[in-house]
């Protein structure tokens, strides 16, 4: 099994901010068949990249995804108030698909 | 416009069998892996497996002697059972559309399960 671990575990930002989360797999991602999902309170995540890079329909420019092998990383370009949040890593290059414990973006 | 409903019980006791089923409204219901996932607030989210229009499924081994899923082509609906449940089970359950090489892109809106005496 695939284990993913996400650094931050949170980070306090200012909207107009530019946010870096780090992605960490403990196996190379051959394929780089990594998904990055945000969750706000109460609401189903919502898929935002896969294939590391590829923005998911209807997915903001402000949101870019990177990395390769077993290092990712999902940069927001400027926070907007929508954007506090929760966001979560998942691999689906093997089963069973695993996801990482999450970082939590909120306000400073 | 795609659309998933799910439902089932929401409150069971140790032992019980936790059944849940996922309504596909909008688009095709071939070509797809039918998934569920769960959260809890102790492990976080966990896949628990899918399956596509034909039955064929891809499970979790951490659960899959306890998981069956099964499908409804003729209503566009999926469903899981989770047998002999305890309260590490408790969690919000989401069904998910995916794809054999995609992540889940469209979701329900969860149930949460309680598992109490």
């Known amino acids: 099994e695939i284990l993913l671990t996400q650094s931050p575990g949170t980070l306090s930002l200012s909207p107009g901010d530019r946010a870096t989360l780090s992605c960490r797999a403990s196996?190379?991602?051959?394929?780089?068949?990594l998904a990055w999902f945000q969750q706000r309170p109460g609401q189903a995540p919502r898929l935002l990249i896969y294939?590391?890079?590829n923005r998911a329909t209807g997915i903001p420019d402000r949101f870019t995804g990177s990395g390769s092998g077993t290092q990712f990383t999902l940069t927001i370009s400027r926070l907007e108030p929508d954007d506090f949040a929760i966001y979560y890593c998942q691999q689906y290059n093997s089963s069973p698909r695993t996801f990482g414990p999450g970082t939590k973006v909120d306000i400073k | 416009q795609v659309q998933l409903q799910q439902w089932g019980a929401g409150l069971l006791k140790p032992s019980e069998t936790l059944s849940l089923t996922c309504a596909v409204y909008?688009?095709?219901?071939?070509?797809?892996?039918w998934t569920w996932i769960r959260q809890s607030p102790g492990k976080g989210l966990e896949w628990i497996g899918a399956i596509n229009h034909s039955g064929t499924t891809n499970d979790n081994p951490s659960l899959k002697s306890r998981v069956t899923m099964s499908v409804d082509i003729s209503k566009n609906q999926f469903s899981l059972n989770l047998t002999s449940v305890t309260a590490a089970d408790t969690a919000v359950y989401y069904c998910?559309?995916?794809?054999?090489?995609?992540?889940?892109?469209?979701w329900g809106q969860g149930v949460l399960v309680t598992v109490s005496s």
């Open positions: 909008g688009g095709s219901f071939s070509g797809y892996y």
């Open positions: 294939g590391a890079s």
């Open positions: 196996q190379s991602l051959s394929r780089n068949y």
């Open positions: 998910a559309r995916g794809r054999l090489v995609f992540p889940p892109d469209y």
